[in-house]
């Protein structure tokens, strides 16, 4: 499959609504593909069909437990209250921090076009609400509480060897 290149802040695709996925194609899936792989090549959580340059709506997500893979999500409940540490892909070496919701489902079509609905707590919540707000046009930095800071993998690495 293919790497594309992550959209950045100040990318006008980054503030745009993206559209519905009507049906599924071989473009679609080609793109899911390139998708999950950008994803995986850039160590993220998640990934938004925009900031792949696409205005569509699908999202790619991987805490850990295997893709999920979403098009069209809407988030039907949502319960609780987290605030932490968010990053994001098309924002590299900054983080901020951010209050999201503690428990989230949300409804969603698979890659064979049927609903589906999956309920996600902590890391996994805070990431449907993060990458669904991308097809929307908004980035964590519009929600972050107080200053973004600078954020260096390579400290952390550092840090792990000690």
Request: net charge negative.
């Amino acid at each position: 499959m293919g790497i594309r290149q992550i959209r950045e802040i100040g990318d006008d695709i980054l503030t745009k609504t993206c559209k519905p996925v009507t049906q599924m194609t071989l473009r679609t899936k080609l793109l899911i593909n390139d998708m999950l792989d950008t994803m995986y090549e850039a160590n993220g959580v998640g990934l938004a069909a925009p900031q792949a340059g696409v205005l569509k709506r699908i999202v790619v997500i991987d805490v850990g437990e295997g893709p999920i893979i979403m098009l069209n999500p809407e988030i039907i409940s949502a319960e609780g209250e987290q605030t932490g540490y968010e990053g994001c892909l098309s924002v590299p070496g900054k983080m901020g921090t951010v209050t999201r919701p503690n428990v989230v489902t949300v409804r969603f079509q698979d890659e064979n076009m049927e609903w589906q609905e999956m309920t996600g707590t902590e890391l996994l919540a805070r990431a449907f609400c993060h990458e669904i707000d991308h097809l929307d046009g908004m980035l964590y930095v519009d929600k972050v509480e107080g200053e973004l800071m600078e954020s260096s993998y390579e400290d952390d690495e550092e840090d792990e060897e000690e």
